[in-house]
């Protein structure tokens, strides 16, 4: 749980940053620059919540083992 907490949170703090990269360019950003900011704003956030969803599968399946 640290590691995906530790994960998720520089995963925020890059997002952050490329929010303020976008914000800096202002209305002269070119259209393949603002594409690319999006794509990649997308992609981490789609992998943080696969990350988490992959951890929250694997807690399931612990608390739902057999036990002896």
């Not at 640290?2 to 303020?20: I, N, Q, V």
């Not at 969803?53 to 036990?67: L, P, Q, S, Y």
Request: some cysteine; overall charge negative; glycine content about 2%.
């Amino acid at each position: 749980k640290a590691k995906l907490d530790t994960y998720l949170s520089s995963s925020e703090t890059f997002l952050a940053c490329l929010k303020r990269d976008e914000a800096s360019f202002g209305e002269n950003m070119d259209a393949d620059k603002k594409s690319a900011i999006i794509s990649t704003y997308n992609t981490v956030v789609d992998e943080m919540y696969l990350a988490a969803n992959e951890f929250n599968v694997a807690m399931r399946k612990f608390n739902h083992r057999e036990k002896p």
